[in-house]
């Protein structure tokens, strides 16, 4: 990856390449370090939320599945705790 070495004007702002006129997600990683992506905007016409997909029908044997996985649930893998460990990090 290139680095590229900016200073900040008065007002914290910075001029970076390939990123004039677009709408930008900047994510603080941490005290030092800053996230600058791209963002996409979608028009709110073509927008879709996830709970329009529901209910989803399961068979009978897919909900039996659920239900019996929702009483006894498995012990968590390792990419489960992995998950789990960065969300607490993350997130409190």
Partial sequence: MNEIIRT???KG???LPGFANATLIIERVDD????VR????IPEKDLRFHE???PVDL???DAAN?????EDPPAPNKAARR???RFTKRHG
């Fill in 8 to 10: 900040a004007d008065s």
């Fill in 13 to 15: 702002r910075v001029a």
């Fill in 32 to 35: 030092t370090e800053y996230r």
């Fill in 38 to 41: 791209k963002a996409k905007v």
């Fill in 52 to 54: 329009e997909d529901f």
């Fill in 59 to 61: 068979s009978a044997r």
């Fill in 66 to 70: 659920l239900a019996a996985v929702l």
């Fill in 83 to 85: 998950a789990a460990k």
